[in-house]
């Protein structure tokens, strides 16, 4: 949503409640693990969307990062059987409704928080995660055992996939996944994770951050293809002298400039 996002002031610009994110350190960990500085999470009341059977919660959290991202998070509540999270994943692939619903609500953040973000304007880059948070199951397993006894159904439903996949795709959509204790379990895949424990509320924050990272990157990566187009047509638009020299006209300089600049910043970061 811009080069920048001032987080004191976007807060002070803000009348919902707000938080400022802190990752929850119920384990030992590195001190250097924690946000710098700690992204702005602002809740707010929403009347639920329906997805098929299945509705959002009413309450949509919106997290502003200051290197000017912004994530959008929908709760939806469920319980029965293991099958439905495949329904619902396939529901949730590349849903318009959440990504116009999403979209709306940044424009309106955005215009809120005013001046507390440089340059803004809302891109067209998106990136959506799906999080299957399973807090507890009947019979209860243990996190090696669940994914052991439902590998073939947790790997279609990371994938997104209703046919039977092959045993090297569910070896291949299970092969990231780490737990800490004896009764969690975190499965990261490409579209989509699953956590499950008690306690995965620091693993959701870090896959929310991953994504949003990813997201910086991508959008980055769009940026600097277009300063490179400027620059070179900047540079060959006016070729002058006996041996034809690129010459910068007094237009062209503080634009180079400004992209020497915003390169110099984006690196820091």
Same mark, same amino acid.
């Given at each position: 949503?811009?080069?920048?996002?001032?987080?004191?002031?976007?807060?002070?610009?803000?009348?919902?409640?707000?938080?400022?994110?802190?990752?929850?350190?119920?384990?030992?960990?590195?001190?250097?693990?924690?946000?710098?500085?700690?992204?702005?999470?602002?809740?707010?009341?929403?009347?639920?969307?329906?997805?098929?059977?299945?509705?959002?919660?009413?309450?949509?959290?919106?997290?502003?990062?200051?290197?000017? &991202?912004?994530?959008?998070?929908?709760?939806?509540?469920?319980?029965?059987?293991?099958?439905?999270?495949?329904?619902?994943?396939?529901?949730?692939?590349?849903?318009?409704?959440?990504?116009?619903?999403?979209?709306?609500?940044?424009?309106?953040?955005?215009?809120?928080?005013?001046?507390?973000?440089?340059?803004?304007?809302?891109?067209?880059?998106?990136?959506?995660?799906?999080?299957?948070?399973?807090?507890?199951? &009947?019979?209860?397993?243990?996190?090696?055992?669940?994914?052991?006894?439902?590998?073939?159904?947790?790997?279609?439903?990371?994938?997104?996939?209703?046919?039977?996949?092959?045993?090297?795709?569910?070896?291949? &959509?299970?092969?990231?996944?780490?737990?800490?204790?004896?009764?969690?379990?975190?499965?990261?895949?490409?579209?989509?994770?699953?956590?499950?424990?008690?306690?995965?509320?620091?693993?959701?924050?870090?896959?929310?951050?991953?994504?949003?990272?990813?997201?910086?990157?991508?959008?980055?990566?769009?940026?600097?293809?277009?300063?490179?187009?400027?620059?070179?047509?900047?540079?060959?638009?006016?070729?002058?002298?006996?041996?034809?020299?690129?010459?910068?006209?007094?237009?062209?300089?503080?634009?180079?400039?400004?992209?020497?600049?915003?390169?110099?910043?984006?690196?820091?970061?």
């Amino acid at each position: 949503v811009g080069l920048a996002i001032r987080l004191d002031e976007a807060e002070r610009r803000i009348t919902a409640m707000t938080q400022r994110l802190r990752l929850g350190r119920t384990r030992r960990g590195p001190r250097y693990f924690e946000y710098r500085p700690a992204p702005l999470r602002v809740t707010f009341e929403a009347d639920p969307l329906a997805f098929g059977e299945f509705r959002s919660g009413t309450s949509v959290d919106v997290v502003l990062y200051d290197f000017g &991202a912004v994530s959008v998070t929908y709760h939806l509540p469920l319980e029965g059987p293991f099958s439905r999270l495949l329904d619902l994943s396939e529901i949730l692939y590349d849903n318009a409704l959440l990504l116009a619903d999403s979209r709306s609500r940044v424009e309106h953040l955005l215009a809120t928080i005013g001046e507390a973000v440089e340059r803004p304007g809302v891109s067209d880059s998106v990136e959506d995660y799906v999080i299957f948070q399973v807090e507890e199951c &009947a019979p209860a397993l243990a996190g090696d055992e669940l994914c052991a006894a439902h590998a073939r159904a947790i790997a279609q439903i990371l994938r997104c996939e209703r046919l039977p996949l092959s045993g090297q795709e569910v070896q291949d &959509a299970l092969s990231c996944r780490i737990s800490f204790g004896m009764d969690d379990a975190t499965v990261i895949d490409w579209n989509a994770g699953l956590l499950y424990g008690h306690d995965t509320d620091d693993e959701r924050a870090v896959l929310e951050f991953a994504n949003v990272e990813l997201l910086e990157m991508r959008h980055l990566d769009q940026q600097l293809s277009d300063a490179l187009d400027q620059a070179y047509e900047a540079l060959t638009r006016r070729m002058e002298g006996r041996f034809r020299w690129p010459v910068l006209s007094d237009a062209d300089k503080p634009r180079i400039a400004q992209l020497q600049v915003d390169s110099a910043i984006l690196f820091e970061r």
